[in-house]
């Protein structure tokens, strides 16, 4: 019988920059795929906190129009190219779309890089609080090895060397830019709502709240949100701790989960009858301002 800390063992003997993308498979898709689920779906809302990529992201209507379209494609784009590797046929054609959809628009460098920075050191303050067991070092620089490997194949220039040179650009980054601006506030309730949307409707307006005590100060001066009571946050951390400490004895997953959707919203049974392909953005709307258009070389 496989034993809950099996596959720390395995984690443990691997190289992390070698073996990176084995680990962070092992890590993503086996032992933590809900946290890190959830943990990409606020390092996500915490780049809406700056104001360049908020402006675009209002600009374009995709929130105003089809949130859970955008969530989805956006989750199932990066979950392909874990599941199956940057290299790999599914792999190269997830980044094929996501590169497409980035290239249409007026995107800085080094938001791109900020974006990618969020993937990696997100989900490591998540599980520091909220996981089952700590992470192993190897996961960290997993994480790294690996989110650097799809940033360089997404043509993002300057990724920092080291481990801790990228997460003090993110640290700087945040210091630097999270400001408020109408476009966050904007952007940010739009994302609340999404997430509210996953509930009954008369559990909506408890969520709401909950995603609030979720948020730091920093994100909350950023979108202009009101701070939620400070229990709502601590039952919130409470209830994740409990699970956290229940999941200790359940049995190691057997198989990984990166990249199965089966009741997605958007694209129903994923990934059986669909590719990657099929996902992303639509072409920019037509009205869209000319200074959000990545002009022609």
């Not at 675009?56 to 199932?76: S, V």
């Not at 690996?146 to 481990?163: H, K, L, N």
């Not at 997460?167 to 709502?193: I, L, M, P």
Request: hydrophobic share 40%.
């Amino acid at each position: 019988m496989t034993r809950r800390y099996d596959l720390l063992q395995r984690i443990a003997g691997l190289d992390p920059e070698r073996d990176h993308l084995e680990i962070y498979q092992i890590s993503a898709g086996r032992e933590f795929p809900w946290d890190y689920t959830r943990a990409l779906e606020f390092a996500l809302f915490r780049t809406y906190c700056v104001p360049s990529i908020s402006k675009l992201l209002a600009a374009t209507g995709e929130f105003a129009k089809r949130p859970q379209k955008r969530y989805d494609d956006t989750a199932l784009l990066m979950a392909e190219i874990a599941a199956h590797g940057y290299d790999s046929p599914r792999g190269r054609e997830a980044l094929k779309v996501v590169n497409r959809a980035h290239g249409r628009y007026a995107i800085s460098n080094d938001d791109m890089l900020y974006v990618l920075s969020t993937f990696v050191y997100d989900p490591i303050e998540w599980l520091a609080l909220y996981g089952w067991r700590p992470l192993h070092l190897n996961e960290k620089l997993a994480a790294f090895h690996y989110y650097r490997e799809v940033g360089r194949r997404m043509g993002i220039r300057s990724v920092p060397a080291t481990f801790e040179e990228f997460a003090d650009f993110k640290r700087d980054y945040e210091a630097q830019h999270f400001v408020y601006t109408d476009t966050n506030r904007q952007v940010g309730e739009y994302t609340v709502g999404l997430f509210a949307a996953w509930f009954p409707s008369f559990l909506r307006p408890a969520v709401r709240l909950g995603v609030r005590g979720m948020l730091d100060e920093p994100m909350l001066r950023a979108f202009g949100f009101d701070p939620a009571p400070r229990w709502v946050g601590a039952c919130g951390a409470a209830g994740l701790k409990a699970r956290a400490g229940a999941l200790r004895f359940f049995p190691p997953r057997r198989t990984s989960v990166l990249g199965v959707s089966k009741h997605n919203r958007t694209y129903p049974g994923y990934p059986q009858g669909y590719q990657p392909a099929d996902l992303g953005a639509p072409e920019p709307p037509a009205d869209l301002p000319a200074e959000h258009l990545r002009r022609s070389a």
